[in-house]
């Protein structure tokens, strides 16, 4: 059966290549699955929806390991010092605190953009890719992966624009290492990150490995669209992370 191309917006367009074959999950850590995902197209201003995800694994796999054979890269929300090639600007890593119980995520708040939203819950597509917020206006948590505050890599994504208006994550491309991130979730914490750095990426080097490899601490990752806009193809080129870890829990 042909399959029908999904919808353009100002998010973009995903044409998935062919779902990799994945060892059961009791028995492949996470970032091997990551590394298998590697020749999909890039695309979507609501986040990184660009390549599918790894098959969650909660907080079980090893944490902080690299898939095999490769080099353990800087992006895992530690201390890495920013690469220009990739944009990024790094603040120094902030120490974190102990990872709290699963909780869904209910509110994000990001006091140096003047930020506040609710969140939607983000799934997979039936092709496998993540799901993007549905209003422009709301992030979205992205619900296969752990709950910021949980041990790992919490993955929240937004649109930067819509339809050629603002939208949620248009400012998140200026923040700076060091910056605060609060989400409030489900059983009254609020947890609090400190941005270990922010790059831009190429769709087609989106660093999937760097922004869901297993941790040992509780770690955050804000991601949307970045670089140039093209608006015949209603398409940006680049993707931007930001980077945090928990350091806080009130």
Same mark, same amino acid.
Request: hydrophobic share 35%; charged share 20%.
């Given at each position: 059966?042909?399959?029908?191309?999904?919808?353009?917006?100002?998010?973009?367009?995903?044409?998935?290549?062919?779902?990799?074959?994945?060892?059961?999950?009791?028995?492949?850590?996470?970032?091997?699955? #990551? *590394? &298998?995902?590697?020749?999909?197209?890039?695309? +979507?201003? /609501? %986040?990184?929806? $660009?390549?599918?995800? =790894? @098959?969650?694994?909660?907080?079980?796999?090893?944490?902080?390991?690299?898939?095999?054979?490769?080099?353990?890269?800087?992006?895992?929300? #530690? *201390? &890495?010092?920013?690469?220009?090639?990739?944009? +990024?600007? /790094? %603040?120094?890593? $902030?120490?974190?605190? =102990? @990872?709290?119980?699963?909780?869904?995520?209910?509110?994000?708040?990001?006091?140096?953009?003047?930020?506040?939203?609710?969140?939607?819950?983000?799934?997979?597509?039936?092709?496998?890719?993540?799901?993007?917020?549905?209003?422009?206006?709301?992030?979205?948590?992205?619900?296969?992966?752990?709950?910021?505050?949980?041990?790992?890599?919490?993955?929240?994504?937004?649109?930067?624009?819509?339809?050629?208006?603002?939208?949620?994550?248009?400012?998140?491309?200026?923040?700076?290492?060091?910056?605060?991130?609060?989400?409030?979730?489900?059983?009254?914490?609020?947890?609090?990150?400190?941005?270990?750095?922010?790059?831009?990426?190429?769709?087609?080097?989106?660093?999937?490995?760097?922004?869901?490899?297993?941790?040992?601490?509780?770690?955050?990752?804000?991601?949307?669209?970045?670089?140039?806009?093209?608006?015949?193809?209603?398409?940006?080129?680049?993707?931007?992370?930001?980077?945090?870890?928990?350091?806080?829990?009130?």
């Amino acid at each position: 059966m042909k399959r029908t191309p999904a919808p353009v917006t100002d998010a973009g367009t995903v044409r998935p290549g062919p779902r990799p074959r994945l060892r059961p999950r009791s028995v492949r850590p996470l970032v091997a699955a #990551a *590394a &298998a995902l590697g020749a999909l197209l890039l695309a +979507g201003c /609501g %986040g990184q929806n $660009a390549v599918k995800p =790894p @098959a969650p694994q909660g907080q079980a796999g090893v944490p902080g390991a690299a898939a095999p054979g490769a080099p353990a890269p800087a992006g895992d929300g #530690a *201390a &890495a010092p920013a690469d220009a090639s990739q944009n +990024g600007t /790094g %603040g120094g890593a $902030a120490k974190a605190g =102990p @990872a709290l119980a699963r909780s869904e995520p209910q509110k994000i708040t990001i006091p140096s953009l003047g930020l506040t939203s609710t969140l939607e819950t983000l799934r997979q597509n039936p092709d496998g890719t993540m799901q993007t917020p549905k209003d422009p206006a709301l992030a979205g948590w992205y619900e296969p992966g752990p709950t910021p505050g949980s041990q790992g890599p919490a993955v929240i994504a937004g649109h930067v624009t819509w339809n050629g208006a603002s939208a949620v994550f248009e400012k998140l491309k200026t923040m700076k290492g060091g910056d605060t991130i609060k989400v409030t979730r489900k059983d009254g914490k609020t947890a609090t990150f400190t941005v270990d750095r922010v790059a831009e990426y190429p769709k087609a080097e989106f660093p999937t490995l760097e922004v869901y490899k297993n941790l040992d601490h509780a770690g955050l990752r804000l991601v949307t669209c970045g670089g140039d806009f093209d608006p015949k193809k209603h398409y940006y080129d680049s993707n931007v992370v930001v980077f945090a870890r928990m350091t806080d829990a009130a």
